[in-house]
């Protein structure tokens, strides 16, 4: 990883890195210490909602708290999901049908960034991922 940088981490990475940081690899833990910016799709933020609402995680606070409390992490980007995104994740030669994998996907590809990911079908697709 070299300098000015910025990193993008999937929904699980952000999970773990906001609320259990040692479920992190060292290689991510440093992938991310080492960017100069941390980026997430806004499309985690409603994956990780409707996880909470479904049971599949426990937030141990509201998932408002946790959307406003992420919206204050100095050097952490929201990335809107915005056409460009759309017609990227539509456009992809990727089997795998997960709408919020794809879109993370699409927006790594779009700004040729790492991709911190725990995810094997992931990186497996998209060489430039991190764990």
Not at 56 to 82: C, H, M, N, W
């Amino acid at each position: 990883m070299d300098g000015c940088m910025t990193v993008l981490l999937d929904t699980c990475a952000l999970i773990f890195w906001t609320l259990d940081p040692a479920s992190l690899t060292q290689t991510a833990r440093e992938a991310i210490h080492q960017a100069d910016e941390v980026a997430i799709s806004a499309i985690s933020v409603w994956e990780i909602g409707i996880k909470n609402r479904r049971g599949a995680i426990d937030l141990p606070l509201s998932f408002r708290e946790y959307v406003e409390r992420l919206k204050t992490v100095r050097g952490l980007q929201i990335l809107p999901v915005d056409e460009q995104i759309w017609v990227a994740n539509v456009e992809m030669d990727w089997s795998h049908r997960d709408p919020a994998d794809r879109t993370v996907v699409a927006t790594a590809m779009m700004h040729g960034w790492p991709l911190v990911t725990s995810d094997v079908t992931i990186r497996n697709y998209y060489p430039s991922s991190v764990w």
